[in-house]
């Protein structure tokens, strides 16, 4: 891409958590000062954290080499929903889940997961059907996780739930499948190919997207 190109970026409007635009902000950057303020930050760049998407060109994706078994799947990849995700070392996706599969190839950097099986989400407090992001939890996991104490008095029961963590560095792919509640925290500067593909009509609909 070029140096000169000018691409979106999200904002957390708390410096932390990225999930969609009801937490984040967006603002148009050079690519070129994207690069340096997420992988060559000033100190003034590193106390500003910024997430940024840019589409997954066909010839980047012919790239990658994927396995024969993840390009084979039913409903194909579309390209238009993948893309290069890079993120400043701090952001965190709250927790949630997706209603698709979904990989994800670490190019470079560490990401660090926290899983939860879908049939833990009366645990994992769900966000109602009119919250503007439906399919979050109203838990701060990063926050409960460091004993916060009133992250805890309000969210009691996610110590019922089996949390399954795991890191992803640079050459791992991650594999998500629909309804697994999932949070995201950038270990350190990354970037990501993400790569989600419908499910086929023949998986079922876990309660947890029913609420």
């Known amino acids: ?19 969609k635009l009801a937490l984040c902000d967006t603002e148009e950057m050079f690519y070129r000062d994207v690069i340096d303020h997420i992988f060559r930050p000033t100190p003034e760049q590193a106390s500003r954290r910024i997430y940024c998407r840019l589409p997954l060109l066909p010839e980047f ?27 400043s ?16 190839v670490q190019v470079t950097g560490e990401k660090q997961w926290s899983y939860f099986e879908p ?5 994992l ?8 992001n439906p399919l979050s939890s109203k838990v701060q996991l990063d926050r409960w ?11 009691p029961r996610v110590a019922e739930a089996t949390r399954y963590e795991t890191a992803v560095t640079g050459g791992d792919l991650i594999y998500t499948p629909p309804f697994w509640w999932h949070c995201v925290t950038t270990v350190t500067p990354s970037i990501s190919v993400l790569l989600p ?14 609420l």
């Open 1 to 19: 891409m070029p140096a000169d190109h000018r691409v979106t970026v999200l904002v957390a409007k708390d410096n932390c958590h990225f999930f």
């Open 89 to 104: 070392s701090g952001n965190i996706t709250p927790l949630h889940f997706d209603l698709c599969h979904g990989f994800l």
């Open 125 to 132: 407090y769900p966000a109602s059907s009119v919250d503007p």
């Open 145 to 155: 996780l460091a004993g916060d104490e009133e992250e805890r008095r309000k969210h």
């Open 61 to 87: 994706l012919a790239d990658m080499d994927l396995p024969h078994d993840l390009t084979g799947v039913e409903s194909g990849f579309k390209l238009a929903n993948c893309g290069v995700w890079m993120s």
């Open 197 to 210: 593909f419908d499910m086929s009509p023949s998986e079922p609909i876990h309660s947890c997207a029913q």
């Open 119 to 123: 049939d833990d989400f009366r645990s």
